[in-house]
C-alpha cells in the first residue's frame, strides 16, 4: 500500500526562523509530488516537483526532491505569523497518473 | 478568478437522508476529484471524472455513493442514506487535463464541504 510520512507532525516556532518540513514516501510507480497548504480549509498548491535535485523557490519558501531516497522537503524562510497552516505533502503515482496520496500534514504554528 | 466552488460549506444531515455536494471546477478544467478528509487522516482519494464519464472510482464505497459530472452543470458527489461514519470534509479539486504529459498536471482545491451527521 502506498505510504506518506510526513514529520514533524507539528512544529511551534517564532517569527524568523527557519524551518524544515519532511515527507518520506513510497509509492509505487512514483511520477510526481506536490506541496500544498492548508488554511481552514482550502488546500493551496505550493509546489510540484518531478526531478531529483532540482530546488523549486517561491519567494521564502522552497523544496527539493530526492527520488533515490524517496522524501522530499520544504523550507520555509524567515517565518511570519501567516505561514502557520497545515503543509501536505502528496506523491503522485500508485498506478495512476493523477492520483495523489496524502500524508497526514505537518501543523506550523508561528508565533509572534 | 474563480478557483474551484463547492458548496455548500457547511451541510448537516441526519441519519438516513441524502446529502448532495456540488463541485464547480476552475473555468477551463475539464478534469474533477474528490477526495475525503477525515478527522485526523489525511486526504483520500474517492473518484476521477471528466466531463460525463467516471475515469477511476477506485476510492468510492460501493455502496451508497455515486459522483457524476454532467455535460452541463457541477460535479455532484451524492451520499444515500447517511451514516454517522460519513461526517468528514468532502474536498473537489480540478485540473485541466490540457498538460501532455498527465504526471505534470496541478490539481488545485476547493474549500470543501463539512458533513456533519447526526
Known amino acids: 500500500e502506498d505510504k506518506v510520512v510526513q514529520s514533524p507532525l507539528s512544529l511551534v516556532v517564532h517569527e524568523g526562523d527557519t524551518v524544515t518540513l519532511n515527507c518520506s514516501y513510497e509509492v509505487t510507480n512514483f511520477r510526481s509530488l506536490l506541496w500544498y497548504k492548508q488554511e481552514k480549509k482550502a488546500p493551496t498548491f505550493l509546489f510540484m516537483l518531478?526531478?531529483?535535485?532540482i530546488e523549486k523557490k517561491s519567494g521564502r519558501l522552497s523544496s527539493i526532491l530526492d527520488k533515490k531516497e524517496l522524501f522530499s522537503i520544504l523550507n520555509i524562510t524567515a517565518t511570519q505569523t501567516g505561514d502557520s497552516a497545515i503543509y501536505l505533502c502528496?506523491?503522485?503515482?500508485?498506478?495512476?497518473?493523477?492520483?495523489?496520496?496524502f500524508g497526514k500534514g505537518t501543523l506550523l504554528t508561528v508565533n509572534p | 478568478n474563480a478557483g474551484v466552488m463547492q458548496n455548500p460549506r457547511h451541510l448537516v444531515r441526519r441519519r438516513g437522508q441524502e446529502a448532495r455536494l456540488r463541485c464547480s471546477p476552475m473555468k477551463g478544467h475539464s478534469h474533477v476529484y474528490w477526495y475525503r478528509q477525515l478527522p485526523e487522516e489525511g486526504l483520500k482519494f474517492m473518484v476521477y471524472?471528466?466531463?460525463?464519464?467516471?475515469?477511476?472510482e477506485s476510492g468510492m464505497p460501493k455502496e451508497r455513493f455515486s459522483a457524476e459530472f454532467p455535460k452541463e452543470g457541477p460535479s455532484i458527489l451524492r451520499i444515500q442514506q447517511v451514516v454517522r461514519g460519513d461526517s468528514a470534509a468532502y474536498f473537489c479539486a480540478s485540473s485541466s487535463g490540457q498538460v501532455k504529459a498527465a504526471t505534470n498536471e496541478k490539481l488545485f482545491f476547493g474549500s470543501g464541504t463539512q458533513l456533519s451527521v447526526l
Open positions: 471524472l471528466q466531463k460525463e464519464n467516471i475515469i477511476d
Open positions: 502528496a506523491p503522485k503515482g500508485g498506478g495512476s497518473n493523477y492520483k495523489l496520496t
Open positions: 518531478t526531478s531529483s535535485g
